[in-house]
């Protein structure tokens, strides 16, 4: 797993290298997470897309943390393709890493999934993820660990509604149990609202807010955590 994760980033690096003739989409988002009685921290997030051609995408993303777990909180690679002559079927692959600095513990992942258009508003996603948590205070930073005593594999789902689409604005609601950086627990329900606003030719803002349902008992519903991050994009 060692050499196939170092493989894999390296032939990143090296197509984003020689293939810079498409669009490029770099973004900063400042964020706010509460997960009570776990963490309390300020994000600040990068991320970049470039589409290289049609039929294929390349991500990145950078985390890092203040107040409680401070410093770098994860980082992720991806890659979109269209294998087909359609539009509407895409296969997206991923490698996450995660961490917390003041528990000394992180998580690297392997995620694979398919993402259907059902139509121009509605998007199904399913797959499954290989997680391996280390909890060795000597290698927990380290995104070439794969070695742990509690590795597993968990199911990726999600779905995507888009209840506003004009020139300038849009938005969606979603139920989700990953995105770019994180993998939530399999008991949890994860779900929340995106939006986007072109501010001017190339230069868009974004918000996402977000949550996950953990328990159901009468008419209380429990939540695990709240999320929410604004940020601005910039396309060339």
Known sequence: MVRASRACLTAVVLVVSVSWAGRFTPAVLLGFRHEPGVETRMLVTGLADASLN????????????????????????????????????????????????????????????????V?????????????????????????????????EWNLLYGINWTFIERRRLSAFAFIANSDRMTLHNPQQVPLGLYGSYQLARGYSIHTRASSGIVGISGAIVSFSEFIFEAGVSRAF
């Open 54 to 117: 049609p039929r294929l995408d390349l991500d990145a993303a950078l985390g890092l943390g203040f107040m409680q777990n401070n410093g770098i909180a994860g980082y992720a690679l991806g890659a979109r393709v269209q294998p087909l002559a359609t539009r509407r079927l895409f296969v997206e692959a991923r490698i996450q890493h995660q961490q917390w600095s003041d528990w000394r513990a992180g998580e690297n992942r392997v995620l694979g999934l398919v993402r259907a258009e």
């Open 119 to 151: 139509s121009r508003r509605v998007r199904l996603n399913l797959g499954a993820a290989y997680r391996v948590p280390v909890f060795d205070p000597a290698c927990f930073a380290s995104p070439f660990q794969w070695q742990s005593d509690a590795p």
